[in-house]
């Protein structure tokens, strides 16, 4: 994939500003499917990496979900400039060999300004705005079952907290973000449809206990519209287990429900990825 090029060119470029910054370990998420800081399936308010106000971090991943049907290959970059505006990039490929079509290819250009908040620390979570333009490289499918566009833009609002004392005496971190969304199984089937044109806000939500200080459990749960009357699209929801040996390297393993999709039923699988911090 040429994107993973531009993600580790990326972050080797950004290697002066160190992964040794003053943020908490793991208090820059992982990466999500889309690009984003945050879960596997849900951004969060928090930023990629552990820059501080007055430094600039990346970040490089690759991620892989097995399904019954299907197969999602994504490789991923983002910057983190001054603990305050990520910008983000993946390259979803899709494998639709169950149908005899290939893949489906999807390009994801991401935006997220934190708005005021601290995930840790103050009486505020935090809160940050993100933009997501999608673009669909292989409409074909997509539009032979009613999707009417092949490239859109999410719009979300996230707020997350941590505790580091919370129940039990471990850390916990929640996040609830609620998104404007018309994307048919997050753009990879297209945009909007013959059931349903119109942006919806659709809910997203993630807890996670920390085990010790390097690893975290948790489940997500991500709301979906149902755009397309010839197949039907549920909620996505998984759980997962990351590990943060250090600031430079995380690790996720997870398991994934994400329903129906393109007719075929109860799709479920592993999830892994593997994220490098610059």
């Given at each position: ?11 080797s ?60 290959k ?11 505006l990520?910008l ?25 300004y ?45 707020a997350?907290?941590?505790w ?10 929640a ?17 909007g ?26 489940v ?20 997962f287990?990351?590990?943060?040996p ?15 999709i393109?007719?075929f ?5 592993a ?8």
């Amino acid at each position: 994939m040429k994107y993973i090029l531009i993600a580790l060119l990326l972050a080797s470029f950004m290697s002066t500003a160190q992964a040794t910054g003053g943020r908490l370990l793991a208090t820059g998420g992982v990466t999500t499917v889309e690009g984003s800081s945050g879960g596997g399936i849900v951004p969060w308010a928090t930023l990629s990496g552990y820059a501080e106000d007055d430094e600039v971090s990346a970040i490089a991943t690759l991620s892989a979900l097995h399904l019954d049907d299907f197969d999602l290959k994504v490789a991923a970059a983002s910057v983190n400039f001054y603990n305050r505006l990520e910008l983000s990039v993946a390259q979803q490929d899709f494998n639709l060999t169950t149908l005899g079509a290939g893949e489906i290819r999807q390009q994801v250009f991401g935006a997220k300004y934190r708005i005021v908040g601290d995930l840790i620390y103050g009486k505020l979570p935090q809160f940050a705005m993100g933009i997501q333009y999608k673009r669909n490289r292989d409409f074909a499918v997509p539009q032979s079952i009613g999707s009417q566009h092949d490239d859109d833009f999410d719009i979300y609002l996230a707020a997350s907290r941590a505790w580091l004392n919370g129940p039990f005496n471990r850390t916990w971190v929640a996040s609830l973000t609620a998104r404007a969304t018309r994307a048919n199984q997050m753009g990879l089937l297209g945009f909007g449809g013959d059931a349903n044109n119109s942006h919806e806000v659709m809910i997203e939500g993630s807890l996670g206990i920390f085990l010790n200080r390097s690893v975290v459990v948790g489940v997500e749960y991500r709301q979906k519209p149902d755009n397309l009357a010839a197949v039907e699209e549920d909620d996505w929801m998984d759980v997962f287990v990351a590990w943060f040996p250090s600031k430079s390297v995380s690790l996720t393993a997870g398991w994934a429900d994400l329903g129906d999709i393109a007719g075929f039923t109860s799709q479920s699988g592993a999830y892994m990825s593997i994220q490098a911090s610059f």
